[in-house]
């Protein structure tokens, strides 16, 4: 089994425990013979600082860090590759690492983390619209900005903001060959979703033929389909399996046995994978 997204201790997310021989002990013991151990990395938050929310700006002594210990460590039984895990910023397919940064690594996770900017819907506002997240908007103040997002929203239109979503991913698979897989995707909804977007106002046949394009373009370039222990609707994942795109289960861990992820549940997500009869993808490196 290949889980492509593990995190390193060196992120402040991931449990100090994430370390080479820690992470190797333990993907031998689920099964896992091939994976990548990757770093976050963010040239840049949205709000300009060096840190939004539970997100953090890229330290470059980390970064050199992370890439000097890579190098060091020779594993035992299986094969590790270098990475990192980014966000997709925008509609024209940026994304928040430089092109000198990704030569140094194998692959980009790209994941959306927060709204990207698009341009029927630009991303003027700086708020997370998850109260769990973001208490400081739980008031009458707050709740009167989120719902002004929503009405955005709305006038951009479901239809087209899910369409500058699917622009934005096949923007940056065309731009950036390390782009080798989407993490976290889902159903490719979800970032919607969090952001108030009324997806499920589209009919589920029209969904479908705005990612048809992303999936056949996936599929050609072998960029894999990420899914989680999470909801997916199994229409738009089986519509991908059809068109030939490739699946990879992850825990996403950010610890070994307990906490986020964590690694342990690798395997609930193969799962999923199973249940949805999806086609396992490999990555070239
Ligand atoms: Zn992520
Ligand atoms: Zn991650």
Same mark, same amino acid.
């Given at each position: 089994?290949?889980? $492509?997204?593990?995190? $390193?201790?060196?992120?402040?997310?991931?449990?100090?425990?994430?370390?080479?021989? !820690?992470?190797?002990?333990?993907?031998?013991?689920?099964?896992?013979?091939?994976?990548?151990?990757?770093?976050?990395? &963010?040239?840049?938050? +949205?709000?300009?600082?060096?840190?939004?929310?539970?997100?953090?700006?890229?330290?470059?002594?980390?970064?050199?860090?992370?890439?000097?210990?890579?190098?060091?460590?020779?594993?035992?039984?299986?094969?590790?590759?270098?990475?990192?895990?980014?966000?997709?910023?925008?509609?024209?397919?940026?994304?928040? #690492?430089?092109?000198?940064?990704?030569?140094?690594?194998?692959?980009?996770?790209? &994941?959306?983390?927060?709204?990207?900017?698009? /341009?029927?819907? +630009? =991303?003027?506002?700086?708020?997370?619209?998850?109260?769990? $997240?973001?208490?400081?908007?739980?008031?009458?103040?707050?709740?009167?900005?989120?719902?002004?997002?929503?009405?955005?929203?709305?006038?951009?239109?479901?239809?087209?903001? #899910?369409?500058?979503?699917?622009?934005?991913?096949?923007?940056?698979?065309?731009?950036?060959?390390?782009?080798?897989?989407?993490?976290?995707?889902?159903?490719?909804?979800?970032?919607?979703?969090? $952001?108030?977007?009324?997806?499920?106002?589209?009919? #589920?046949?029209?969904?479908?033929?705005?990612?048809?394009?992303? =999936?056949?373009?996936?599929?050609?370039?072998?960029?894999?389909?990420?899914?989680? /222990?999470?909801?997916?609707? +199994?229409?738009?994942?089986?519509?991908?399996?059809?068109?030939?795109?490739?699946?990879?289960?992850?825990? /996403?861990?950010?610890?070994?046995?307990?906490?986020?992820?964590?690694?342990?549940?690798?395997?609930?997500?193969?799962?999923?994978?199973? !249940?949805?009869?999806?086609?396992?993808?490999? #990555?070239?490196?």
């Amino acid at each position: 089994m290949k889980d $492509y997204h593990i995190h $390193y201790h060196i992120d402040k997310c991931a449990d100090n425990e994430m370390t080479f021989p !820690n992470i190797e002990k333990k993907c031998l013991e689920l099964g896992i013979n091939e994976g990548t151990i990757l770093k976050h990395y &963010s040239a840049l938050m +949205p709000n300009g600082e060096d840190k939004w929310i539970c997100w953090y700006k890229t330290i470059l002594g980390q970064w050199q860090q992370y890439l000097d210990e890579f190098t060091a460590y020779k594993p035992q039984k299986m094969i590790i590759h270098s990475g990192v895990e980014t966000e997709l910023c925008n509609e024209a397919g940026d994304i928040n #690492i430089h092109i000198e940064e990704q030569n140094k690594i194998e692959m980009v996770q790209l &994941s959306v983390h927060y709204m990207i900017n698009l /341009d029927c819907l +630009p =991303m003027d506002l700086l708020l997370y619209p998850n109260l769990n $997240y973001c208490p400081q908007f739980n008031n009458e103040e707050g709740k009167r900005i989120i719902e002004e997002w929503r009405l955005k929203t709305v006038t951009a239109g479901e239809e087209n903001i #899910i369409c500058g979503l699917v622009n934005g991913y096949m923007n940056a698979i065309k731009r950036f060959p390390k782009v080798k897989s989407l993490a976290h995707i889902a159903d490719g909804l979800k970032p919607l979703r969090t $952001y108030l977007v009324d997806v499920d106002k589209v009919p #589920i046949n029209r969904i479908i033929e705005i990612f048809e394009p992303l =999936m056949r373009l996936m599929a050609e370039k072998n960029v894999m389909w990420e899914l989680l /222990d999470e909801y997916a609707n +199994p229409a738009i994942l089986k519509r991908a399996n059809e068109l030939g795109v490739g699946f990879t289960a992850s825990a /996403d861990g950010h610890f070994l046995e307990s906490g986020w992820g964590p690694l342990s549940k690798h395997n609930e997500a193969e799962t999923i994978l199973d !249940n949805l009869s999806l086609r396992r993808g490999k #990555i070239e490196f």
